[in-house]
């Protein structure tokens, strides 16, 4: 290995950062965008607590990538408006052939909403803006009711850090 040889990046470094990515770089949040990749229904809809970012510390979006590579038609819904009576959120991506994916989000919901001392937090880590209010408490049994509330007949499959701290998932 001599000490001219040029240094790899792991980032590409070739786009300025003023041009954005095209569409297609990321999973589809409507059904529209499915229908823009040439999908007429999607296999599987991720449904996060999380604002969408696209980066492999968000674990949702890394899921999705994942099964988009073995195949499957992934879109995702991040921080669905769980108070909707209509669940435009939960029914923008259509319903899934396969199942609903849900999870909370990075953290589990209650320690994002609350300190140790059981005081309210005034903002939320994982929320443009730092902006609170955006997800339920106790986020995953939220998103899997209001799920089969859209969708009575579609699997849910539940993951994340709120399904390890809540005996309600024992």
């Known amino acids: 290995s001599g000490t001219n040889s040029p240094k790899k990046s792991l980032v590409p470094l070739g786009r ?6 095209p569409v297609s770089a990321f999973l589809p949040t409507t059904l529209a ?7 007429d229904a999607l296999d599987i809809v991720l449904v996060n607590g999380d604002a969408y970012v696209d980066h492999p510390t968000f674990g949702v979006p890394l899921i999705g990538r994942l099964l988009v590579s073995h195949g499957y038609r992934v879109g995702i819904v991040s921080q669905p408006d769980w108070r909707d009576p209509e669940l435009k959120d939960l ?6 052939r396969l199942f609903f994916g849900i999870s909370s989000g990075n953290m589990d919901s209650m320690v994002n909403h609350y300190t140790a001392h059981k005081r309210k937090r005034s903002d939320d880590a994982y929320t443009p803006g730092g902006e609170s209010g955006k ?8 998103y899997a009711n209001r799920c089969r509330a859209a969708f009575k007949d579609v699997p849910v499959v539940i993951g994340g850090p709120d399904c390890f701290n809540d ?4």
Do not use: I, K, M, Q
């Open 135 to 142: 997800r339920p408490d106790r986020a995953t049994t939220v």
């Open 167 to 170: 005996e309600a998932y024992l």
């Open 33 to 39: 965008e499915a229908n823009a990749r040439g999908w």
């Open 16 to 21: 300025g950062r003023d041009v954005p990515p």
């Open 91 to 96: 029914r923008a991506c259509g319903r899934p």
